[in-house]
């Protein structure tokens, strides 16, 4: 059974880079389409990006030019990188892998709060 | 690109079936059969209950069932339940190769 796990910092200063990785077990990047989603606080789910196996990617118009993704099928990991973040880019960031036109399975979630 | 247009929240009582709709543009809902459905208990991972508009993965309740017309889907619950109290998002594949959500739906049972 596949399972994903966020890891990075819980804190970013404003203007600094957010970096998040995904940790793929129990199955391989190779083959499929994986993402990142985020949901502020007391807001709802924002599509942030998703990126194929073999690195194409594609991301968010609003986010486009902030958000970088990449991956590494030999360590099974896919990062996410969000550049000049402010307040506004807090959230619980998941990461996903695509099955069709859904996400499933979803990793945990990894809170990260903007501040200096 | 706009979220996807959901009702704040539906309410119903439990056995009741209830319906939530999700209105997009023929950018994104309208023009692809891409359409996915999500519950979202508060502090829980997300789950997806429909993908691909009218597709249910292995493990999830035939009382959910999605359907599209023209730029609008739906999600319907049927037999509704105390455990399906949460909230509820849909999703749409849309022209410009990106993804979209829905504004989310909280459903209450009554």
């Known amino acids: 059974q596949v399972q994903l796990q966020e890891s990075g910092p819980g804190l970013v200063k404003p203007s600094e880079t957010l970096s998040l990785m995904c940790t793929v077990s129990?199955?391989?990047?190779?083959?499929?389409?994986w993402t990142w989603i985020r949901q502020p606080p007391g807001k709802g789910l924002e599509w942030i990006g998703n990126?194929?196996?073999?690195?194409?990617?594609s991301y968010s118009p609003p986010l486009g030019s902030r958000v970088t993704m990449s991956l590494d099928t030999t360590k099974n990991q896919f990062s996410l990188k969000v550049a000049s973040v402010t307040t506004a880019d807090a959230a619980v960031y998941y990461c996903?892998?695509?099955?069709?036109?859904?996400?499933?399975?979803w990793g945990q979630g990894t809170l990260v709060t903007v501040s200096s | 690109q706009s979220a996807l247009t959901q009702p704040a929240s539906v309410s119903g009582s439990p056995g009741q079936s209830i319906t939530i709709s999700c209105t997009g543009t023929?950018?994104?809902?309208?023009?692809?059969?891409?359409v996915s459905w999500y519950q979202h208990h508060p502090g829980k991972v997300p789950k997806l209950l429909i993908y691909?508009?009218?597709n249910r993965p292995s493990g999830v309740s035939n009382r959910f069932s999605g359907s599209k017309s023209g730029n609008t889907a739906s999600l319907t619950i049927s037999g509704l339940q105390a455990e399906d109290e949460a909230d509820y998002y849909c999703?749409?594949?849309?022209?410009?190769?990106?993804?979209?959500f829905g504004t989310g739906t909280k459903v209450t049972v009554l």
């Open positions: 129990g199955g391989y990047i190779s083959g499929y389409t």
């Open positions: 996903g892998r695509h099955h069709n036109s859904g996400v499933e399975p």
């Open positions: 990126i194929h196996y073999d690195g194409r990617t």
């Open positions: 999703s749409s594949y849309t022209n410009r190769n990106t993804y979209v």
């Open positions: 691909d508009v009218t």
């Open positions: 023929s950018s994104d809902v309208g023009g692809h059969n891409r």
